[in-house]
């Protein structure tokens, strides 16, 4: 979970040589989000034996790309790492309950295994608003751990929407909602 906390603090540019075999492996320096208007999330894949296969944090803003979400940026280069789509044996280590966007990659890339640190109680798709990976009807349930360093995990993202409220209003930039 730290590698994934700091991924979303904006560290962690190179998963492929680093290896985090506990979730305690992972909250480095670096500014929130990789210094964009994104918000710092971050997620890790992990293989069964606990080497990284690929990292992301949120892109959104970056990228300008409503699928940039740390879990997809994640899941896109541990797929690539193995030249396999098919992640079963994976665990994917994530900052913030997935959304259900990023819940049914979970399940379509077939991943065992999804690690997660702060609940989202307005988005959740692990459990707290809606619980898409255990819903038969959509496939193999995957195996759920929250709220693992969920303090931390609250924390960098409380801090985040702190220091954007207390920003001067940027016009371009769309309401806090």
Same mark, same amino acid.
């Given at each position: ?19 985090? /075999? ?14 964009t ?22 892109r ?9 979400h740390?879990?997809?940026? /994640?899941?896109?280069?541990?797929a ?18 997935p ?26 798709? /692990? ?14 349930p ?7 360093? /969920? ?9 985040f ?8 209003p ?6 806090l909602?």
């Amino acid at each position: 979970m730290r590698l994934a906390l700091r991924w979303a603090a904006g560290g962690g540019d190179g998963p492929a040589a680093e290896t985090a /075999a506990t979730p305690d492996a992972v909250i480095a320096s670096g500014p929130a989000g990789g210094g964009t208007a994104d918000v710092p999330v971050g997620a890790v894949v992990l293989d069964s034996g606990g080497a990284v296969l690929g990292g992301g944090r949120n892109r959104r803003e970056a990228d300008a790309d409503p699928t940039a979400h740390a879990e997809i940026v /994640a899941l896109r280069a541990a797929a690539r790492s193995l030249r396999e789509w098919r992640l079963g044996g994976c665990t994917l280590v994530v900052t913030l309950e997935p959304c259900t966007m990023c819940a049914g990659a979970v399940l379509a890339a077939r991943m065992s295994r999804l690690v997660f640190g702060a609940a989202d109680s307005r988005a959740g798709a /692990a459990g707290s608003v809606w619980d898409v990976l255990h819903d038969r009807r959509l496939g193999q349930p995957v195996q759920v751990v929250g709220g693992v360093l /969920a303090d931390d995990c609250t924390a960098l993202l409380r801090d985040f929407f702190r220091q954007r409220r207390s920003d001067t209003p940027d016009p371009d930039r769309p309401p806090l909602g």
